[in-house]
């Protein structure tokens, strides 16, 4: 259903087809009806008038666009990483206050997802930018989610770089301590616990920072020997 909102097949102010509609011509479930729903809604792409049906929202012109095609080096992400960290600290801390039930749900299920796609040798990292941005959601605050979403999967550094060779341990055991750290902000979160939760994401965003820090100062070191070795 997004792809045909996306491609102008529903248009802004179109009624979408009821549930028996959709399930007839997709040959699913109510359920997984419902579930498409509900992602539409959270994406911003339609709202529910109760009793009358669901709508096709009118999308807002883009923000300038941040560039996120030159986050190409090791530096770069390290940036990008600064910015998430401003922005998600607090994003964590709104949502433990405000949160819905159906937040909790939605998150919990992006980690099962995350798990279930490191068990398949997958890098999850469509599960992972579902997580960060269902906290963004989860504020209440439709700027912090217009400003995720138009950042876009970029922003998980293993788009950019094979962060799991950076990693002194196994790619599949680092991927499943990082689900561990979202499972911390997740449970702080749950317990509306606005402090707790923004720790558990300054440690879970800075711990990538670290690990890429270390990273970048041995390239340096490699660099600085190969230029030494050269000009003997």
């Keep these: 259903m997004s792809a045909k909102i996306q491609r102008g097949v529903y248009r802004p102010g179109d009624k979408l087809p009821t549930e028996p509609e959709v ?55 390290l940036a990008m990483l600064e910015l998430r960290i401003s922005v998600e600290t607090e994003a964590a801390g709104l949502a433990a206050l405000r949160r819905s039930d159906e937040d909790l749900r939605l998150m919990r299920r992006a980690l099962d997802d995350f798990e279930a796609g490191v068990n398949k040798g997958e890098s999850s990292v469509d599960a992972d930018f579902a997580f960060h941005l269902q906290i963004a959601l989860a504020t209440g605050n439709r700027y ?11 922003t998980i550094p293993r788009t950019r770089l094979d962060t799991a ?38 440690m879970h965003l800075t711990n990538s920072c670290e690990r890429l820090r270390r990273a970048a100062e041995l390239a340096d070191r490699q660099a600085g020997k190969k230029a030494k070795n050269k000009h003997r």
């Design 23 to 77: 399930m007839a011509e997709q040959g699913v479930s109510r359920t997984v009806v419902r579930e498409a729903m509900s992602r539409l809604q959270a994406a911003g792409f339609v709202e529910t008038r109760h009793g009358v049906g669901t709508f096709v929202l009118a999308r807002e012109p883009a923000a300038p666009a941040v560039d996120l095609g030159t986050a190409t080096t090791i530096r770069d992400v």
């Design 165 to 202: 060779k950076l990693s002194p341990e196994p790619a599949q055991n680092y991927l499943l301590r990082t689900n561990r750290e979202h499972q911390y902000i997740l449970e702080a979160i749950a317990r509306k616990e606005p402090q707790s939760a923004i720790a558990g994401m300054r």
């Design 144 to 154: 912090f989610a217009d400003f995720y979403r138009h950042l876009g999967v970029t």
